[in-house]
Antibody
Framework: EVQLVESGGGLVQPGRSLRLSCAAS????????MHWVRQAPGKGLEWVSG????????GYADSVKGRFTISRDNAKNSLYLQMNSLRAEDTALYYC??????????????WGQGTLVTVSS | QSALTQPPSASGSPGQSVTISCTGT?????????VSWYQQHPGKAPKLMIY???KRPSGVPDRFSGSKSGNTASLTVSGLQAEDEADYYC?????????FGGGTKLTVL
């Protein structure tokens, strides 16, 4: 059974940093691209970032480019999102999502339950 | 990197059909066959319902179907059932980026 478990969310002040993690199990992690998708309270889904199976291809939404960094450790079956210079508008539930492909497509066949990030002073 | 355009709401009676549209540009919906649709019930994670425009993952009822014409994709739910009431989001590949629609709240009357 595919499982994606996010962690690392919490309350953080504007301008500070936070690192999210996603522990994956139930599939061969290094065969697939992975993504972060967020959802602000009461709002729609927003794609944040994606990384190919071997980290050779990485993309970011304009809203986070230059502030967020996605990475993965295939030996640890883990996905990460380093979030710097956080803003109030980054407040959201952050989902880790698996792609059914090794790269590209921005298609998500499994999702975690999310970790909540709240940016507030 | 603009969001795809979806109607904010749609509705139908049990047994009826409803179609939700998703309009983008030639840089996303119109340029790739990587359009997907997700169902989200309140407090739950999204669930993949349609991928690559019209393919259904295993376990998704065949009442759900997808299509695309030009820059607009569509999700049709036939034989509406109470459990279909949820938010629906379209998504498209946009050349190393991803983009979602704003979401459509489907109400089963």
């Amino acid at each position: 059974e595919v499982q994606l478990v996010e962690s690392g969310g919490g309350l953080v002040q504007p301008g500070r940093s936070l690192r999210l993690s996603c522990a994956a199990s139930g599939f061969t992690f290094d065969d697939y691209a992975m993504h972060w998708v967020r959802q602000a309270p009461g709002k729609g889904l927003e794609w944040v970032s994606g990384i190919s199976w071997n980290s050779g291809s990485i993309g970011y939404a304009d809203s986070v480019k230059g502030r967020f960094t996605i990475s993965r450790d295939n030996a640890k079956n883990s996905l990460y999102l380093q979030m710097n210079s956080l803003r109030a508008e980054d407040t959201a539930l952050y989902y880790c999502a698996k792609s059914p492909f090794s790269g590209g497509s921005c298609l998500f066949d499994y999702w975690g339950q999310g970790t909540l990030v709240t940016v507030s002073s | 990197q603009s969001a795809l355009t979806q109607p904010p709401s749609a509705s139908g009676s049990p047994g009826q059909s409803v179609t939700i549209s998703c309009t983008g540009t030639s840089s996303d919906v119109g340029g790739y066959n990587y359009v997907s649709w997700y169902q989200q019930h309140p407090g739950k994670a999204p669930k993949l319902m349609i991928y690559e425009v019209s393919k259904r993952p295993s376990g998704v009822p065949d009442r759900f179907s997808g299509s695309k014409s030009g820059n607009t994709a569509s999700l049709t739910v036939s034989g509406l059932q109470a459990e279909d009431e949820a938010d629906y989001y379209c998504s498209s590949y946009a050349g190393s980026l991803g983009v979602f629609g704003g979401g459509t709240k489907l109400t089963v009357l």
